[in-house]
């Protein structure tokens, strides 16, 4: 059975999910959902985090670590026994191991031989790119435009100048 975290987005529960969205569509999804709390949850993040401040203190089981470098993700991911793993992909990780890119996918497909695993980022780059290649499931969502340039007709593009001082 799946996972539902937004209308739009289904976890497979031992797959490899990854999620391009806006933070706030992933805090909204995660505080919304009753099911989040009867799971253990382990949440990985990189040297900082969008989502942890902004999350509802109701989760019960809910485990923190911190993976500094790859190499640390790749024990944190063999080391885990939780039902539902969050990764928060963080570039900087990879600055000096680009190369990693792919063992890190092939540790997140293995890990979710035992566990629904979610990778989430707010953008894409390239060694997301590379490690979201193993993906089960990939859900991209980006925020529309807000604001168009005053004048500017819907659909057309215009292109603005900036001043030199």
């Not at 990764?87 to 063992?103: G, R």
């Not at 890990?111 to 979610?118: D, F, I, N, R």
């Not at 390239?126 to 340039?149: H, N, S, T, W, Y």
Request: contains cysteine.
């Amino acid at each position: 059975m799946d996972l539902d975290l937004h209308p739009a987005v289904s976890l497979s529960p031992q797959g490899f999910n990854a999620l391009v969205a806006p933070v706030e569509l992933l805090v909204q999804a995660l505080d919304g959902q009753l099911w989040v709390q009867r799971f253990k949850i382990l949440y990985i993040c990189g040297n900082y985090s969008r989502i942890l401040s902004r999350l509802d203190r109701r989760f019960r089981e809910l485990e923190v670590r911190r993976a500094f470098t790859v190499f640390q993700l790749m024990t944190i991911l063999e080391e885990a026994h939780h039902t539902l793993l969050l990764i928060e992909h963080d570039p900087l990780l990879y600055e000096d191991a680009a190369e990693m890119a792919e063992y890190v996918s092939c540790a997140l497909k293995d890990a979710a031989k035992e566990a629904a695993v979610l990778l989430y980022s707010p953008t894409v780059d390239p060694i997301l790119e590379e490690i979201i290649k193993g993906a089960d499931r990939v859900f991209c969502f980006r925020e529309e435009m807000k604001a168009q340039r005053c004048g500017a007709k819907p659909g057309r593009r215009s292109q603005t100048t900036l001043e030199a001082f």
